[in-house]
C-alpha cells in the first residue's frame, strides 16, 4: 500500500442549513481582505444571498458570499453556540462547542453551512474524545485513533470507493410490497465529513482533556488498517450485543471479510446455538444475556469510557419498549409515508448473523409491506431510533383480535458492524492491547503507516 508525504487536511461540517449562527473568538483571527477580528461574539446571518458578520455592538464586520476566519497564533480557539448534536438520535441536543483552526462560513440554497477546515491528526484529537470518554483506557484510545482514521481516510479520494450511498427499492412480491433503504455516510459538496453520529462525532477541543488522548495520537500517528493493499472502512459501533455485524446486513451487499459476524467475547458459550440468523437461536440470544465483552453494568468501568450523555443510556445490552397500537400506525404514517390500519404483525423476515433484522414484514389490516435495512427498521418504530434492529417481537391481544400494544425485547446499541465500542473498553480493561483490539475486530485487517510526522 502506498505512503502518502504529509498529513492530510479535512474540512469539517459543524451545521448545515441555519439561517444564522452566534460564535465567540477566543484570540485574535484575520478574515476576509486581511481584515482584523479581535476576540469576541459575533453574529453571522444569510441575507439576500451574502453571509453578514457583526460584532456584540452591532457593526457589520463582513458582507460577502463566503467568510473565512482564520487564527493568527495556534493557540486561538473559537466557541460555536447551539450545534446539535446526535440528530434523529434517541440523545439529540444542542451545546455549545470549541474548536481549534478555521472558521469557515458559506451559503448553500441561501442557508449557512458552518465548516471547520482542520489537520487529521487534530480532527481525531476531538474524535476519540467525542466518540469515548478522554478517560478510556489508553488502549483502546489508540486503537479508536487508528480506526477513526482509516474511516475518515477511506471516505476521501484518492482512497474512496464508488459505493456508499443511500439507496431504496419499492418492489411487490407475492402481492406484498417491499421498501428497502440503507442510509451510509452523504456525499457532502460543501465538506468531507460531518461532525455527529451519522459520519463521526467531532466535538471539537471541548471533550479532549486528557493526557493520554494526546499520547495516543502520537502514539498511533498516521497509522491506519489495511485489507489487501486498500484502507479499512473500519466501522463502528457502541455495543454489538454480543455478536458483531457483517457490513451487508447494514449498508449495499457488499462483503469486506474485516468487517464479518464474529461473537464478542473468547468463547462463544455452549448453551446458544449459531448461527443467530435461524430464527430460533437469535429468539433464545436476545431474550437472555449472555457472557460477551460488551454484556456490563459496571458503572464505574461505563463512566470512564462514556460521554456524559452517552451515560444516560443504561439498558445498551439488553433492552426492551413497548409501543402502543395507535401510537405505532401514526409512526409509520409519519416515516413511511403509509397508512396500514390496524397492525395485526411484526414479522422477521431476515436477520443477519448477530440477529438484527434486515427485512421485517409490517402486516396491517390495508397494507402489507416488508422494510429493511436496519436503520430503517430503526428508523420506522421510534420517533427517533430504535437501539438497534436485534429485537424480538411480543403482541399483546386486545379486542377482535388486533393487539392492544406491541412489546420490543432487544439488543445492542447501534448497527453492530467492526468494533464494538463498550466492548473494546472492557477488553482494554482486561489488559488486551490495542492490536489485540484490533485483530479480534477486523479479522485480517494490518496495521500501515500511511504518513510520518514531520
Not at 111 to 130: A, Q, T
Not at 222 to 250: I, N, P
Not at 416 to 422: D, F, K
Request: one cysteine or more; a negative charge; aromatic letters at 8%.
Amino acid at each position: 500500500m502506498m505512503k502518502i508525504d504529509r498529513e492530510p487536511d479535512v474540512a469539517v461540517g459543524l451545521m448545515t442549513g441555519v439561517d444564522g449562527v452566534s460564535f465567540e473568538l477566543k484570540g485574535q483571527f484575520v478574515g476576509p481582505d486581511g481584515a482584523r477580528f479581535d476576540a469576541g461574539s459575533y453574529r453571522a446571518s444569510a441575507a439576500s444571498n451574502m453571509i453578514e458578520v457583526v460584532n456584540a455592538g452591532g457593526e457589520r464586520r463582513a458582507l460577502s458570499p463566503e467568510v473565512k476566519l482564520a487564527p493568527e497564533h495556534a493557540g486561538s480557539s473559537f466557541i460555536v453556540r447551539d450545534v446539535e448534536i446526535g440528530i434523529d438520535f434517541h440523545w439529540q441536543r444542542k451545546q455549545d462547542q470549541e474548536f481549534r483552526g478555521a472558521l469557515q462560513l458559506k451559503l448553500s440554497g441561501g442557508k449557512l453551512v458552518v465548516i471547520n477546515p482542520v489537520p487529521v491528526e487534530e480532527y481525531l484529537i476531538s474524535v476519540i474524545s467525542s466518540e469515548m470518554s478522554a478517560t478510556s483506557h489508553p488502549e483502546l484510545l489508540k486503537a479508536h485513533s487508528i480506526i477513526s482514521r482509516s474511516w475518515l481516510l477511506a471516505q476521501l479520494k484518492p482512497w474512496k470507493k464508488a459505493h456508499g450511498q443511500a439507496h431504496s427499492t419499492i418492489k411487490t412480491n407475492g402481492g406484498s410490497k417491499e421498501l428497502i433503504r440503507w442510509y451510509d455516510r452523504e456525499n457532502h459538496a460543501d465538506f468531507d465529513v460531518c461532525a455527529d453520529d451519522h459520519c463521526q462525532r467531532y466535538q471539537g477541543i471541548t471533550k479532549a482533556t486528557s493526557r493520554e488522548v494526546f499520547e495516543s495520537i502520537r502514539a498511533t500517528f498516521g497509522q491506519v488498517l489495511a485489507y489487501h493493499d486498500g484502507l479499512c472502512d473500519s466501522r463502528f459501533s457502541k455495543s454489538c450485543g454480543g455478536m458483531t455485524e457483517s457490513y451487508a446486513a447494514a449498508w449495499e451487499d457488499i462483503t469486506f471479510p474485516y468487517l464479518a459476524v464474529s461473537y464478542d467475547g473468547q468463547a462463544f458459550p455452549v448453551e446458544y446455538q449459531l448461527p443467530l440468523s435461524d430464527e430460533t437461536n437469535a429468539v433464545a440470544w436476545i431474550r437472555n444475556s449472555p457472557p460477551a465483552f460488551c454484556q456490563t453494568d459496571d458503572r464505574k468501568i461505563l463512566s470512564k469510557i462514556l460521554p456524559d450523555f452517552d451515560q444516560e443510556t443504561t439498558d445498551f445490552y439488553r433492552w426492551h419498549l413497548v409501543i402502543g397500537q395507535e401510537e405505532l400506525q401514526e409512526l409509520l404514517r409519519h416515516k413511511l409515508g403509509i397508512d396500514f390500519g390496524a397492525i395485526q404483525k411484526l414479522e422477521p423476515i431476515e436477520r443477519g448473523g448477530s440477529g438484527r433484522l434486515i427485512r421485517l414484514k409490517i402486516v396491517g389490516e390495508r397494507e402489507t409491506v416488508v422494510i429493511g435495512k436496519e436503520l430503517e427498521i430503526r428508523r420506522a418504530l421510534s420517533p427517533r431510533h430504535l437501539y438497534s434492529s436485534a429485537f424480538v417481537v411480543d403482541a399483546e391481544e386486545g379486542l377482535s383480535g388486533i393487539p392492544s400494544q406491541f412489546k420490543l425485547i432487544g439488543a445492542g446499541w447501534g448497527h453492530g458492524v467492526g468494533l464494538c465500542q463498550i466492548g473494546a473498553a472492557l477488553m482494554a480493561e482486561l489488559g488486551d492491547d490495542h492490536r489485540r483490539i484490533l485483530a479480534h475486530y477486523y479479522r485480517g485487517a494490518q496495521l500501515h503507516a500511511l504518513y510520518d510526522a514531520e
